[in-house]
Structure formats: C-alpha cells, structure tokens
C-alpha cells in the first residue's frame, strides 16, 4: 500500500516567493496533519483536519502560512510571503483515528534564501 | 514546563549495551503513548505503542507509569543500526499527538 505521499521533496526558493506543500494521505484515513520540524524547535504541529475539515490550526504561526483539504486525498500547505525563518522540513501525516499512530510521509526540505 | 520532555543526550553506548530512555509529561489527563523512531534526514516512525501493563517487541520493551507520570523505552543487545533519535508521544484528552524533543543515541562499534 502506498504510504503518505509529499511534494516536492526538496524546494529551494528565494523570500519573497509563494511556496506550495502537497500532501496525499494514506487511503482511508480521516486525519491529516501538518508538521514543521527544526533543530531548535524540534517536530510542532501546524494544523490537522478531520474529514477534510481543519480542526485546529492554532500551531500556524502566522497569516502567512495557509492550508487547505479540498478532498479526503490531497491537501496543500502554502506560505505567502516567504521568509528565510520558514526554512525546515514539512512532515504530512495521517491516521484513522485521532488515537492512533500516525503516519508519516517523506517530508518535503525547504529552504528559504 | 513544556508537556512532554526528554534527556536530548546524546546516549553513546557499545554494542551490545543495553541503554534506557526515559519520557515524562506534565498532564494527567493523558490517553495514549508511543515511542518513534527518526533517522537522519528521514520522517517520524512508530517503533511502538505503549500499553498500561508494559509491552515488549523483540529487543524493546516500553513500560508506563502513569503514577509518577513517564513512560520508558528499554534497548537490550544494541545494535549498530538503532542509532536513531527517540521520540516519545503522548495524546492528551482534547489535545493531538504532543511530540516529545527527541532522545539521541549512538551505537558504536
């Protein structure tokens, strides 16, 4: 079975410019999350969805960051304007339930000049 | 105090040593546990869920005292390949997966 697909897997770009995050959940699970992980803050949560609906996006830092689930098998993670702050690596994630393990994609690497 | 903490390490230890991590958390109210595991560059991956009477899965065991608020994972016989980074997670009633920082170990030949 496919797991937990991201793209792209590495993006580099300069501040200033729009970036899109694209996740694929696993077939069947109801929840999605998004994660950003950095060295100093280590893996925090940006924001999860039920059923295509977002439940709690209070881990977004800011307006600049938005996400969206137009269907239970894709959802986007877009930072306008960019900054070179925003550099980490983004982590998708789903599972059936919300008491149950997650799983993981591949993480998308961004680097924001 | 931030909810779920952990020794960062690193934990250097030989092969064949067996090496104990620890994991506590700030809130009772507390639901479900598991242990990850993070190599280099790479995502998140359970390596096992955590149950009230202890459990165990080859050469790890994970047990949890809910009394005293932490939960452990036990490597016996190390081997080369399970020099990763320990994460630990605890699901909180109302909340979602909170992520500990992570526990490094290093097996050395």
């Known amino acids: 079975d496919a797991g937990v697909i991201q793209s792209p897997r590495h993006e580099v770009t300069e501040m200033g410019q729009e970036v899109t995050l694209r996740c694929k959940p696993i077939?069947?699970?109801?929840?999605l999350f998004w994660y950003r992980q950095t060295m100093m803050r280590g893996l925090e949560l940006l924001i999860y969805?039920?059923?295509?609906?977002?439940?709690?996006d209070s881990g977004m830092p800011e307006d600049r960051f938005s996400a969206k689930m137009p269907n239970a098998s894709f959802s986007t993670l877009k930072i306008q304007p960019s900054e070179p702050r925003d550099s980490a690596v983004y982590f998708c994630?789903?599972?059936?339930?919300?008491?149950?393990?997650?799983?993981f994609g591949d993480g998308t690497r961004l680097s924001i000049l | 105090r931030k909810e779920v903490e952990q020794d960062p390490g690193p934990f250097n230890v030989p092969e064949g040593a067996t090496v104990a991590f620890n994991c506590t958390y700030s809130?009772?109210?507390?639901?479900?546990f598991f242990w990850y595991r993070q190599d280099c560059r790479k995502e998140p991956k359970l390596l096992m869920s955590?149950?009230?009477s202890g459990n165990e899965d080859g050469r790890f065991t994970a047990q949890l005292n809910r009394a005293s608020q932490y939960i452990s994972l036990l490597i016996r016989d190390s081997k080369l390949s399970d020099s990763a980074t320990y994460l630990c997670?605890?699901?909180?009633?109302?909340?979602?997966?909170?992520f500990g920082p992570g526990t490094r170990l290093s097996v050395l030949p």
């Open positions: 997670v605890v699901i909180f009633y109302g909340q979602n997966f909170v």
């Open positions: 809130n009772s109210a507390s639901q479900s």
């Open positions: 955590v149950y009230s």
């Open positions: 994630a789903s599972t059936t339930d919300s008491n149950q393990p997650q799983h």
């Open positions: 969805f039920n059923n295509n609906v977002p439940i709690d």
């Open positions: 077939s069947g699970h109801d929840y």
